[in-house]
């Protein structure tokens, strides 16, 4: 082959010099790409098996947040501060402005009202305040106060089993306590506090220390209360409701069959109801210690005792809520049942006999030793359920007064009583619309409502932080309009957000 040189020699030596290696670069592709291929794999598997051959890694813990780290101090105490005399009293004619445009009844009727200052007494508004009113419900405020007195915020009633006449007999005595429960005690709750069962275990127990053997008859003792177990005062419609029944010194679930069901037919006789429950538990208990139970249960007829004569033999004993918790619960649900036992309660506690006349008697003493006239009230029960009752919206605002300023600190007890609009009792589900929303959970106050009575008393702290007690009531209205619910919740709300100077 003949070489060749200069430039043309030198393009075709390049040329077939190019040729020759991009040859050799083709043949050599396949083995270059196998190869990156393997890298690439190998990389992630050298990652995962390297820890095998160095060993583990450290571990970082991350650093918690200081919110979720257990505090290591008190937090500064936070709530509203204490009320002050400091605080600005309302001008009467600026809230006359605030009340008169809404105190009005939906239909026939008359509202009548009266504000005051808790503080000072001072009237801040007069509408007919002094005239007597059916006061439905709101009379149990009354109860309240006088049961507070009378028998003391702490104080409880006694369940007892007592030793009959003979070897074979047990007596469940009543002791006031009408909010007992079926079942064991329950230390947490107001309703059901003292358990039947709990009585019946302790009962046995007592029984088989004593040697007792073979068949008990259950007997009820409920000679506590006197005088006629139902108000005459009550209409019988109201009782054939629900709304009350004949009164005794024991009873289930306040005299109700079911404890969650508050409307409805009642127990029309609560201590024999309450015996047959204790029998059903006596009989339960008493079955591992050899102990049966007659059927049936009756009356104790309770024996006339000499001076000398020892009393009855207690086996066992249960103790119902404080008077501070009934009350309480009375408020809060507006319980006619319990209402009238407190105040004959109240009455036993004063000495009185245990019956209606005495309960009212008993209530318009406490009131006026509380320096509150009663010569113009006109009590016929202490719950509110009769038409013949007749107290002001004065009377009531100064009871209310009494409670949440009073110099008697006993009954401060019942504060806790008092509905919250729209959260609790029986105002749980009032002041939700626009007009009353503003209220709620500010106005505290005890409802009452019959056929054409509508009432709402109760205490506020008005916006410059003044707390003001108020009274208002309706008479004759339209029964069911239910505007005249709403002129007193927008009443008490206009109170509440009252910069009234």
């Not at 009727?109 to 006061?135: H, K, M, W």
């Amino acid at each position: 082959m003949k070489e060749t040189s200069g430039p043309a020699g030198f393009r075709a030596a390049f040329s077939g010099a190019f040729r020759r290696t991009y040859r050799r670069g083709l043949q050599a592709w396949p083995t270059a790409l196998l190869l990156a291929l393997i890298i690439v794999l190998a990389l992630p598997a050298g990652w995962l098996l390297a820890p095998a051959f160095v060993g583990p890694q450290p571990v970082t813990t991350p650093e918690t947040p200081s919110w979720q780290q257990a505090p290591t101090s008190l937090s500064a105490r936070q709530g509203l501060a204490p009320l002050t005399d400091s605080a600005p009293v309302p001008l009467p004619a600026a809230v006359a402005s605030q009340l008169e445009p809404v105190l009005k009844p939906d239909g026939g009727g008359t509202i009548t009202a009266l504000v005051q200052d808790a503080s000072t007494g001072q009237v801040l508004f007069d509408s007919g305040g002094s005239e007597n009113r059916i006061p439905a419900s709101n009379m149990k405020l009354l109860t309240a106060a006088a049961a507070l007195r009378a028998i003391g915020p702490e104080e409880r009633f006694s369940t007892t089993v007592v030793a009959g006449s003979s070897p074979d007999q047990v007596v469940l005595t009543g002791g006031g306590d009408v909010l007992l429960g079926a079942g064991e005690s329950a230390p947490d709750q107001v309703m059901g506090h003292a358990g039947l069962a709990t009585l019946a275990v302790a009962t046995v127990a007592e029984l088989q220390e004593n040697g007792a053997t073979g068949e008990l008859k259950v007997l009820v003792d409920d000679s506590l209360f006197s005088g006629p177990s139902l108000n005459p005062a009550w209409a019988s419609g109201d009782v054939e409701a629900g709304e009350v029944a004949p009164l005794f010194p024991l009873a289930l679930n306040s005299a109700r069959f079911d404890p969650a069901v508050t409307t409805g037919p009642r127990p029309q006789d609560s201590a024999i109801a309450a015996a047959e429950a204790f029998a059903a538990q006596l009989k339960a208990a008493g079955a591992a210690a050899g102990l049966t139970v007659a059927t049936g249960v009756g009356r104790y007829t309770v024996p006339e005792r000499g001076e000398s004569d020892a009393a009855p033999t207690v086996l066992a004993e249960v103790q119902s809520a404080t008077v501070r918790e009934q009350v309480d619960l009375m408020l809060q649900t507006s319980d006619n049942y319990l209402a009238e036992v407190l105040g004959r309660m109240a009455a036993a506690a004063e000495g009185q006999p245990a019956s209606n006349d005495a309960a009212t008697t008993t209530v318009r003493a406490q009131l006026t030793e509380l320096g509150i006239p009663t010569d113009t009230m006109r009590l016929a029960d202490v719950s509110g359920l009769a038409l013949d009752n007749q107290v002001s919206a004065r009377q009531f605002a100064e009871v209310v007064r009494a409670i949440t300023s009073g110099t008697d600190l006993r009954l401060r007890a019942a504060l806790a009583g008092f509905p919250v609009a729209g959260l609790t009792g029986t105002l749980d589900t009032r002041y939700g619309d626009s007009s009353t929303a503003r209220g709620a959970g500010l106005v505290r106050a005890k409802t009452g409502t019959l056929n054409s009575v509508i009432a709402l008393s109760g205490y506020v702290v008005d916006a410059d932080g003044r707390l003001l007690v108020f009274s208002f009531i309706g008479n004759g209205l339209t029964p069911g309009a239910a505007g005249n619910k709403e002129a007193l919740d927008r009443a008490a709300t206009a109170l509440a957000a009252c910069g009234c100077r």
